[in-house]
């Protein structure tokens, strides 16, 4: 009963080139949230993804960012033209519904560096 | 004055002590999670509450609404325990979004 899992672990990009971040969800489960944790601080919410829905991406910058949970395959977290400020842990959590009694599982982690 | 306060911040005990870790939240809440994360690794979920008291093996949470506090006790600390955790809120207009303390950064000597 595989948990959530994030790959890649670590990825180095440099300015100005693309990365892509996948969250594949516990089995069962068709809701994603994306956060990130920024060096020295706590976790801060970005997206919220149903199936083929953005449900919420109030947390995620306007630009360059951009996030989707296909029907089928991994939910992506995409950051174009990364700049230094975007290095940075991301972190995917699942659930099977979203209720406030609903439990949220977390991968562990996608650590972007950008040189 | 932050939604979420952690304290300790920073606490370093030795193995097999007992370990006591708070939370104070000013915000209406529907659920409060306990999570652990390690250096350069994941995060756990260990628990979540909405009120009482939950065991988990050694750990052990608890929670008082009307007081908007909840501790995290680790009995029989050992050094696997160093890590940081972290509370965070759930509140009810928004299920996912979370308000997140700034962590206990806990070590456990030998």
């Known amino acids: 009963n595989a948990g959530v899992m994030q790959n890649p672990r670590h990825l180095v990009r440099r300015r100005g080139q693309e990365a892509r971040l996948r969250c594949s969800p516990m089995?069962?489960?068709?809701?994603v949230y994306w956060y990130r944790q920024l060096p020295e601080e706590g976790l801060k919410f970005m997206v919220y993804l149903q199936k083929e829905n953005i449900i919420d991406e109030s947390g995620m910058p306007k630009e360059r960012f951009s996030a989707e949970f296909p029907k089928e395959g991994p939910s992506i977290l995409r950051i174009q033209q990364v700049v230094r400020g975007d290095s940075a842990a991301y972190f995917c959590?699942?659930?099977?519904?979203?209720?406030?009694?609903?439990?949220?599982?977390f991968g562990n982690g996608t650590r972007l560096t950008v040189t | 004055k932050n939604e979420v306060e952690q304290s300790p911040q920073n606490l370093t005990a030795q193995e097999g002590e007992f370990i006591t870790i708070n939370c104070s939240y000013s915000v209406g809440i529907s659920a409060l999670h306990w999570l652990q994360q390690h250096p350069g690794g994941g995060i756990v979920s260990l628990f979540m509450?909405?009120?009482?008291?939950k065991k988990h093996g050694r750990l052990i949470a608890t929670i008082n609404i009307q007081e908007k506090h909840s501790s995290l006790h680790i009995t029989a600390s050992h050094p696997r325990d160093s890590a940081v955790y972290i509370c965070?809120?759930?509140?009810?207009?928004?299920?996912?979004?979370?308000?997140w303390g700034a962590g206990t950064k806990l070590i456990i000597k030998p």
């Open positions: 965070a809120v759930r509140t009810p207009s928004s299920n996912y979004q979370l308000i």
């Open positions: 959590a699942s659930s099977p519904r979203d209720r406030y009694n609903s439990p949220l599982h």
């Open positions: 089995k069962g489960h068709s809701h």
């Open positions: 509450l909405s009120s009482g008291k």
